[in-house]
């Protein structure tokens, strides 16, 4: 069993920057892909940004060039740097990560975007 555990996540004016964190109680190298997911209310999960095991990243379009998704593996964590945010960026962010065939999620954490 792999636990995530989020942070990071708070009220900030639009244009601002944050940073998340999920740090998994596995060695983050094992992962088949990590990535963060945001939700709004009564809204789906949706891909933010992931990492493949392969290194490669990939950006939901209003991601790219706004945020950033990085490893520091030695403390076993995923990081989201968010910057230039606006309001509808405003969502629970999810950490989820894919170890094999097992599928984790971290109970998140919440970014509030003011205009």
């Known amino acids: 069993q792999v636990s995530l555990e989020e942070s990071g996540g708070g009220v900030v004016e639009a244009g601002g920057s944050l940073t998340l964190s999920c740090t998994a109680s596995?060695?983050?190298?094992?992962?088949?892909?990590i990535g963060w997911y945001r939700q709004v209310p009564e809204g789906q999960r949706e891909l933010v940004a992931h990492?493949?095991?392969?290194?490669?990243?990939n950006y939901e379009d209003s991601a790219k060039g706004r945020f950033t998704i990085s490893i520091d593996p030695d403390k076993y964590t995923l990081y989201l740097q968010l910057n230039k945010l606006r309001a509808e960026d405003t969502a629970f962010y999810y950490c989820?990560?894919?170890?094999?065939?097992?599928?984790?999620w971290g109970q998140g954490t919440q970014v509030t975007v003011s205009s």
């Open positions: 990492i493949l095991s392969s290194g490669k990243t």
């Open positions: 596995e060695n983050i190298f094992n992962f088949v892909a």
């Open positions: 989820r990560g894919l170890w094999g065939s097992n599928d984790y």
